[in-house]
Structure formats: C-alpha cells, structure tokens
C-alpha cells in the first residue's frame, strides 16, 4: 500500500532488491541477503555513519534506501516456525501468493488448479462506497509498491472539495490470499476507529471498485523521519532527539489506550506534515496493526527486522513490542547506529535475542545518564521491565511537569490484580511502594489525578470507569479494552487512597529493572517486617503462589528457620510470582 505523502518513486515494482514506498509491501532480496541502497553508484564505499555496526565482528556498513531502512518486512505464519532466526521467504510467498517462491518441487497441476479456484473464491468486496471517481481527482503518483501505488489527488466535491489529499490505491488482483484481504479490511477499520490525536495520520474516507481499493487520508509533505535522520547524518543532539520522541511516546500511548498495537513502528513510518524544521510527525501504516485487548498475547511474527522485538520472535507479545521500536528508534536518533546489526535478516534475529546494545563507544560516553538509562529501559529483553509509553513520558530524561501526561492502561491490568490478591500480597506490595524511587512519583500522581479522586481523596471503580470513557474512540470498543472495569468488580464495594493506589500500581518487574533495585528491595523488606511480615508455612506459601507440593523444597528456603516469616530472599521471590505462560495464544483470523 502506497505511503500518504508526496515523494519520488525510487524503487520500480518489480525489483527485487529494491526498496519500495508501499506501506505493507516485503521486500525481496537474496536469499538472507541486506539490499543494498538503490543510490550510490557502483564502486561508492558504505558509509561508515548511520547504519554501521555497533559490533566488532559486523564488518563494514551498509547504506539503506533512503526510502526505507529496514532489509524487508516479515510477515505473519499460520504454522510455528521451527526457528525465529530462520529465512521467511517461504511464509512472505505464502502471504502474498507468490508461487516462484515456494519449495522447488513445486505443486503438482491439481495443487495449482485447487489454488487458482481458492483465490477466484476469495471474497474481495469491502462494502466501501462505489463513487471514487466522482469525488477525487487523481494528480501524480508518488509511490509504488507490491499490492498498489500511492497518489496526490483533489476532492471535487463535498467536505473535501479543492483539498489535497493522498489516495492509497490498492489493487484487489494482487491480494491474492485471505491474509492480504483481511490486512487491507482491518487497517481501514483500525484507520476509522482510531481518532483525535495530533499525531496520527487522518483518515477520510475509503472506496472501491472492481479493480481497488482506495484509502483517502491527509496528505503529509514532509517526508519521513528517516530522511531527516540521514539529512543530519544520523545523529541528534538530546534536545532534537526529544522533540522526536516525545511526539512519538505521544501517539503510542494513545493507541495502547485504545488497545490497538501498531507492530511495525520505524522512521519510515512517521511522517512530516511539511518540509518545516518545526511541523509535527503523523504516525502512517497501520496495515500490520491489530486490535488487542488487555490480558492478550499475540502470536504472529510481524514487523519489520531491525525493530522487531525478542518477544515477537517468541511468538508472545503484546503492547510491550512497540516500546522496544521506540527504543531502537532512540538509540539511533542519539548515536546515529543501529543498536542490533548483521548482514543477514537471520544474523540480525540473533543480535536482537542474543546481543546488548553498545553503550561503551562514542557518543555514550558523553550522553546523559538520564538518556542512557531510558534507552536501556525501553530495549530491555524482559518485556515486563520495559516501561510503557506512557512512563516513559515521566521518565527524568523527558519529565516536564507542565505538560500533561495522558491515561495509562498499565494501571488497570496492575489494580485488576492487586485486587484479586491474596491479603498477604497485599501487604507484600503495600511494604514496597513505600520504597518506591522518587523518580516515580510523577507518574503515579499523574495517574491517579486524571482518575479525578473524589472531595475525600478516595477512587472507587466508577472513577475508573469514568475515566476510560473520557478517552474512549470506536478502536477501544472494538479491542475490548472497557470490559476490564468488570474485572475490578471489588472495587465497587470499597475505596481507595493515594497510597494504595501507589501499592496497587507499583510494578515489581519493573523496578527490578533499576540498577538500586538490590536497595529497593531491602528498604521494602523493613517495612514488611513492621508491618506484614508473619509466620507461614511452606504448604501455605504454596497455596499464596499457586504451587503443588512439588515446589516445597525450593519454598522451604524461602522461609527463616528461626521465626517461620518470609527472609529478603523470600520476600523479593514472593512479590515476582509465577509467570505462567498463556496456554491458549490468540490465533490470527
């Protein structure tokens, strides 16, 4: 799908190692194989800047396509791979419909007859209005790509009359599987539901024909964040670099609120709305984008592989990818080198399970620590370390106070919890939030204000309620995300104050992630010996945790010989739980 803005066409349709301007289009290379930059003439050596390996072993460095700085988007497998760091070729063609890529032996003519009637089957109405042709238009195109183009066009009449606009022209004859038919259906609708924020790209309207699919939006001439990134050489200062992000944080949070998780965030699809050093960014390209509701794991492997996250190629993630996008997209804008590098797509699906990022070459040295330490907080392996967009925006590298910081479902899943907790590790987290840093204070008073506490200070679920229904648009209705005030259902017979609102939203795995967490850790634990700390037995601890007798000899350890009550050990296990993995993943439509 074509981009929504002006820009030259780069890459021909059927180049094979060229990038393109489509929005969900692969980009087929070699065999494994980095596409080599379109621009430089033969001979030209790589630059040695933006894109260079942080590591040692990476060799030279490879010059991207301006118009797109990834090797090639991977795409979702209905079978589970029997490696993440394997080619996807194969499950690229079988999305796409591309016979020449699958196995050599090929299907036999009944295989190929079969396929010819399953797509001749496929039902390729969108219901979308049938007058395109007598409300726009259509200028110049400005990109090309696998399923369509993209043009500047006019409205001829009514709301849109004489204003410019992007089209998105998508041709029905290239979705040639039902996963291309429901991507194309399912960004309209997320396109449609989602509204209201500066940052996000306007959708008009969408039509059809026999032929296509036309997607009306704003249309944004200023380019890609990219471009501006390579314009600069591929490096911010930490000013610059935080009028990016913060646009960024911005939109992500309200698509998270929203429960829509966007999978594919990169600088290619943040867009300028014009060549102003000044004029904001819209976030683009949501045809990977899905609806997620609050307690969800998705499965599918999307994305795009230089931001793609270590949970995504575990087949399990959530809304936790997209902030470790955000922070591959910060290490770059403050170093101006990818934080996961290889010459391969398979070396690059290592480096981001297996490799750290490099801190320890310039310009880190130099950086603030407030900015390395939010980098490392946004690229941590443990998704549930990772702050949310919307911590991120009260992080100490981004925290002004007068601006406003907007809703955070975080707090939801957190108090959902804490309510469906036993009494015991209630008190457990109660001893810990009064060790909370100072650093998060912001963010836990910005919450509870934008819950709007009652005259006494106390919330109870309809403060909750009210406040998810001030933000709410068609994208939150549709993820599901309102049903969560009925697992809070516990709250409607209580109240709840500032500091138990702190004890019920305070996140252990993500204070584990400070680097005092050890001093966190003792200084809850002495307010858990005043205060909640009791005698208990290793068959009742196991009960607490949810455990068989299986688990006493290692519990045993966690309880002093001497009194019979949790030791520091003990105390800092039992407030991690157990993790249990979803034993029924979303299987996509």
Request: hydrophobic share 35%.
């Amino acid at each position: 799908m074509g981009q929504c803005y002006g820009k030259t066409n780069l890459a021909p349709e059927n180049d094979a190692t060229a990038a393109t301007t489509d929005e969900t289009t692969a980009v087929v290379a070699r065999s494994g194989e980095v596409p080599p930059s379109p621009l430089p003439g033969k001979g030209t050596p790589p630059r040695d800047s933006l894109w260079s390996s942080p590591y040692p072993h990476g060799g030279g460095g490879v010059t991207p396509s301006p118009a797109r700085g990834t090797p090639r988007r991977f795409f979702r497998r209905p079978f589970p791979p029997p490696s993440p760091a394997k080619h996807i070729r194969a499950s690229l063609a079988k999305r796409l419909g591309h016979a020449k890529a699958a196995p050599k032996e090929g299907p036999i003519p009944e295989e190929e007859a079969a396929a010819a009637a399953a797509e001749r089957s496929l039902d390729k109405s969108f219901g979308y209005g049938k007058n395109f042709g007598a409300k726009f238009e259509i200028g110049k195109e400005v990109g090309r790509g696998h399923f369509g183009h993209t043009c500047y066009a006019k409205g001829k009449k009514g709301e849109l009359k004489d204003q410019p606009v992007a089209i998105k022209i998508i041709s029905k004859a290239k979705m040639t599987t039902a996963i291309a038919i429901e991507d194309v259906r399912k960004e309209v609708k997320i396109l449609k539901a989602l509204s209201g924020h500066k940052h996000l790209i306007k959708f008009h309207d969408a039509f059809e024909d026999g032929n296509n699919v036309y997607i009306v939006m704003e249309l944004c001439e200023g380019g890609e964040l990219l471009d501006r990134i390579l314009s600069r050489g591929g490096k911010y200062s930490e000013e610059d670099a935080k009028v990016i992000v913060l646009q960024i944080l911005s939109v992500v949070a309200f698509c998270h609120l929203q429960g829509v998780v966007h999978r594919d965030l990169k600088p290619e699809n943040f867009l300028y709305t014009s060549r102003s050093e000044d004029a904001d960014m819209k976030l683009i390209d949501f045809g990977l984008s899905d609806f997620i509701r609050p307690d969800e794991r998705l499965n599918d492997i999307v994305g795009s592989a230089y931001y793609v996250a270590p949970e995504v190629l575990h087949r399990s993630y959530s809304l936790e990818a997209d902030i470790w996008s955000i922070g591959v997209i910060t290490y770059i804008l403050l170093c101006g080198s990818r934080p996961f590098y290889a010459r391969t797509e398979s070396g690059i699906f290592r480096a981001v399970l297996r490799a750290d990022p490099n801190f320890d070459d310039l310009p880190w040295p130099t950086a603030s620590a407030e900015a390395k330490d939010f980098v490392k907080r946004l690229l941590n392996k443990d998704y549930r370390k990772r702050m949310t967009a919307v911590q991120a925006l009260t992080h100490p590298w981004l925290r002004d106070d007068s601006r406003p910081i907007p809703l955070d479902i975080l707090i939801f899943k957190l108090v959902k919890a804490y309510l469906h907790a036993t009494p015991f590790k209630r008190a457990a987290v109660k001893a810990l939030s009064k060790a909370l840093p100072e650093d998060q204070l912001p963010y836990h008073s910005a919450q509870f204000r934008m819950l709007e506490p009652n005259r006494d200070g106390h919330i109870s679920l309809d403060n909750f309620k009210m406040a998810l229904l001030r933000n709410a648009t068609d994208a939150m209705r549709e993820s599901r995300v309102l049903e969560i005030i009925n697992t809070m259902e516990p709250l409607a017979y209580r109240k709840m104050d500032f500091e138990e609102f702190c004890a019920a939203t305070i996140s252990t795995h993500q204070l584990e992630a400070h680097e005092w967490w050890e001093d966190i850790a003792s200084t809850a634990f002495e307010h858990f010996e005043r205060e909640g700390n009791r005698l208990i037995s290793v068959e009742e601890l196991a009960r607490e945790l949810n455990l068989g007798p299986s688990a006493y000899s290692v519990l045993k350890d966690w309880i002093r010989n001497t009194d019979g009550k949790l030791s520091l050990l003990g105390y800092t296990k039992f407030l991690h739980g157990v993790t249990l993995r979803s034993s029924n993943p979303r299987q996509h439509r």
